[in-house]
């Protein structure tokens, strides 16, 4: 088995040899068979250029890698990703974005017309979710980029529409779905767990604080009752600072009685010990908030999952597909995002991959016009034992977000990458691929379709 699997990876290393040059790569490459174009849909991890507009293409950016080819630097910097990869192998032009454009802040160069470019299609948009029009970027989620995040559903009915309604058989296409979906609502859970810690976690420090001042005044009942008013009136006060609910509440208690509580070293000790009270409560609401709450986002890729085995079905397959790749969801829980989390939301993310993953795998099992892609076993191999794979660190990310205006893969390229060689890291930013690694997974592709009987 080892020695098969060996032989395929020379044979798909072979084909994707002259990456980038669409001509083959020494002895008989011919193809099996003759893809007459490529389509794909998807998210960030497909999407060729479709806000490399505006401020986005003036800071060098527009794709979610490391952008730019800088192959005169290090041969793995070729700014390109899986898809163009396999295009030019393929010896199909180069993949162009279906539609390009942004809907945020003018002031800031993020609001550009939208586009429909007739004959591209490419239509993976970065943070476009399986239904959902509003995924990650997206005006309506509050982004001031204004990513269009059209959905998966929407970018198979615009292609059906740009084509007349039918496939013509003889194209190679790519879904790759479920990503955001499992991102938006895990970033959900984690801003709602965060609003329910910080709400107990100041309920709790303002328990604490009254409780030790007021036990220092003449009569602790009615002081703590005084000092409570004081705390709640100057917190419902606009403009209120930590600084000044603290101040109301001292002097409260100093009129009440408790005149050491004017004393600096002592008002310190007790503010001190009330942010540790909240602290502690704060982050015990917060947890059990996620514990609480988190289950639920397990059945909801179950959903995502479904749909997109729908859509392979009746919109790709009914209509005249006969070569559909399908990835599943690859191992977010390894990336520098999800190293990041706590144990317990590492163990969620990998309960919703594996949510979505099993039903691909079990709806698309068998079907000779889909090929499905592990992507995440290979993923998580490459995270586990990644010097075979020739990658030198899979947990840190090659861009130096610090010095990118996105904070974002997006607007990364090669003036604002970290110092030294990070030509063979994992990720360019926390969960998106470096050029390596796009070029690690288009030669993962070739070799199953090599398996497949469609190389």
Not at 227 to 232: P, R, S, V, Y
Not at 405 to 430: E, F, M, Q, R, W
Request: aromatic share 6%.
């Amino acid at each position: 088995m080892r020695h098969t699997k060996l032989a395929l990876a020379v044979m798909a290393s072979a084909i994707l040899a002259a990456c980038g040059s669409g001509s083959p790569a020494g002895g008989d490459q011919t193809l099996k068979v003759k893809f007459a174009s490529q389509v794909s849909f998807g998210d960030s991890l497909s999407d060729v250029g479709s806000y490399n507009v505006g401020t986005v293409q003036a800071l060098g950016g527009g794709k979610f890698t490391i952008n730019g080819n800088n192959t005169a630097a290090n041969p793995a910097l070729t700014g390109k990703i899986w898809i163009e990869l396999l295009a030019a192998q393929f010896g199909l032009p180069a993949p162009c974005a279906a539609q390009t454009g942004l809907d945020g802040n003018a002031a800031k160069g993020f609001s550009v017309p939208v586009v429909n470019r007739a004959g591209c299609y490419a239509y993976g948009q970065g943070g476009a979710r399986v239904t959902n029009p509003i995924g990650e970027g997206n005006k309506a989620a509050g982004s001031e980029l204004g990513a269009l995040t059209v959905p998966v559903v929407t970018q198979v009915k615009n292609h059906l529409a740009a084509v007349g309604g039918k496939f013509k058989g003889d194209e190679i296409i790519f879904m790759w779905g479920g990503n955001n979906d499992l991102l938006v609502n895990l970033g959900a859970l984690s801003a709602a767990a965060t609003a329910a810690g910080n709400a107990a976690g100041n309920t709790a420090f303002g328990t604490s604080l009254v409780g030790q001042l007021a036990a220092g005044a003449t009569n602790p009942q009615t002081a703590a009752a005084s000092i409570g008013l004081a705390l709640a009136t100057e917190s419902a006060r606009p403009g209120h600072t930590d600084t000044s609910v603290v101040t109301a509440a001292v002097t409260a208690a100093v009129l009440a009685g408790n005149k050491s509580a004017a004393v600096p070293a002592t008002q310190a000790a007790i503010v001190d010990k009330a942010k540790a009270d909240g602290a502690a409560a704060g982050a015990k609401a917060g947890a059990d908030y996620a514990a609480a709450n988190g289950p639920a986002l397990v059945p909801q890729m179950v959903t995502a999952a479904k749909d997109v085995v729908a859509l392979v079905k009746n919109q790709l397959l009914a209509n005249g597909a006969k070569y559909v790749v399908v990835n599943n969801i690859p191992d977010i829980a390894n990336t520098p995002s999800g190293l990041a989390q706590s144990e317990s939301t590492r163990a969620l993310i990998n309960a919703m991959v594996k949510a979505f993953n099993d039903v691909i795998a079990t709806d698309l099992a068998g079907m000779d016009t889909v090929l499905l892609i592990d992507a995440f076993s290979e993923n998580h191999n490459q995270a586990t034992n990644p010097a075979p794979y020739g990658l030198t660190n899979v947990k840190e990310t090659a861009c130096d977000l610090t010095k990118n205006p996105l904070g974002s893969s997006l607007a990364c390229n090669a003036t604002n990458i970290k110092a030294g060689d990070v030509s063979h890291y994992a990720y360019a930013d926390n969960v998106h691929p470096t050029p390596f690694l796009h070029q690690l997974l288009a030669r993962f592709v070739a070799e199953k379709m090599v398996v497949k009987g469609w190389l």
